[in-house]
């Protein structure tokens, strides 16, 4: 078999694309431009495969029962409420409770006689020293 | 794409009115499926060269000429006959006739729209081969198709067939393209024509078996 070669006019520009060349380019573009994009089949597969790991209807339906579950009852969570209340100091107890931190406080007249003392106490052990 | 010499040029001798322009347009297209080159008068854009000028240089350059003679009648205006093409048939067989060495290598086909119809008008040639295409490309490209295998005994030349269907076939491409570009076909220019033909060819290339055993 043996390839007949077409060959060039002499006046003809071939830098330049003809409309038939330009088509071919167009045509040619086309074809790269589907190429790239996966195939049917391909994408078919990946949403086959997104659904296999989809957990199924009856197990989501499971996991939220699980979760209600688990969750405390609106009957125990209002008793939780209540002895939380009940364990809590009264008011007047928290304001005994004041008052007592306060006059177990030393008073300030006693504070300083305390200094003072405090100062005759290190007076005389340098005089006992010398 | 390889260099064009002598052997591969065919000079076209034919009518571009608009009356017949797929006729036209089928020899270029048979010419270039041969893979020949095809010349004609219509190629020159250079307004500073005389048309006989460029004519002549032309005919110089192409070992092969096709002369279709079928258009040679009264204008219907004018009422005078149309004598460019017999005339160029004549500047090409003066050529062939007295031309060096090379130019006597020339070989020409002539044309006809219906059997003997030329020896009204120019009996001078009466002995030559002269086929006739009856205004029909498929016969218009049979004919070329013939003459150019005789001419060059090249192997490589497609069949009739193969022209007139792939003739067929990039006449549908080339229009379907121009309405996409709302472009007129039917007045491109011959250089672009042949730059469409040429790169339609290109890039639908087709294996031919050879004729002859080599």
Not at chain 1, 73 to 101: C, F, G, I
Not at chain 2, 180 to 199: R, W
């Amino acid at each position: 078999m043996t390839n007949r070669i077409i060959k060039q006019h002499p006046c003809l520009d071939s830098s330049k694309p003809s409309l038939v060349e330009r088509e071919a380019y167009l045509k040619q573009l086309d074809r790269l431009q589907k190429a790239s994009q996966p195939s049917k089949a391909y994408q078919e597969m990946v949403d086959q495969l997104r659904k296999a790991t989809q957990p199924s209807k009856a197990y989501q339906e499971m996991v939220d029962q699980l979760r209600k579950a688990t969750q405390p009852s609106k009957a125990y969570q209002e008793m939780v409420d209540q002895l939380r209340k009940a364990t809590q100091p009264s008011k007047a107890y928290q304001e005994m409770v004041d008052q007592l931190r306060k006059a177990a406080q030393p008073s300030k007249a006693y504070l300083k006689q305390l200094e003072a003392a405090e100062r005759l106490r290190k007076i005389f052990e340098q005089y006992a020293k010398h | 794409m390889p260099s064009t010499n002598y052997s591969d040029q065919v000079f076209i001798n034919c009518p571009f009115d608009g009356q017949y322009p797929d006729m036209y347009r089928a020899c270029i297209f048979a010419i270039l499926d041969s893979g020949f080159v095809p010349r004609c008068s219509r190629e020159v854009d250079n307004a500073t060269e005389f048309r006989l000028a460029a004519i002549v240089r032309i005919i110089r350059d192409c070992r092969y000429g096709i002369h279709d003679l079928s258009r040679v009648e009264l204008d219907p205006r004018s009422r005078l006959p149309r004598f460019n093409m017999p005339f160029e048939l004549g500047v090409f067989y003066g050529a062939q006739q007295f031309g060096s060495a090379r130019q006597k290598r020339k070989h020409c086909l002539v044309l006809e729209k219906e059997k003997y119809r030329y020896q009204k008008f120019i009996s001078d040639i009466a002995g030559s081969d002269v086929a006739q295409h009856q205004n029909n490309q498929n016969l218009l490209i049979l004919a070329v198709r013939n003459w150019l295998v005789t001419a060059s005994r090249r192997t490589t030349i497609p069949s009739g067939t193969d022209i007139n269907k792939r003739f067929k076939l990039f006449q549908s491409d080339i229009r379907h393209i121009c309405i996409k570009g709302s472009i007129d076909y039917d007045s491109m220019p011959f250089v672009e024509l042949v730059k469409n033909m040429t790169d339609w060819l290109r890039h639908n290339q087709m294996v031919h078996a050879p004729l002859f055993a080599p």
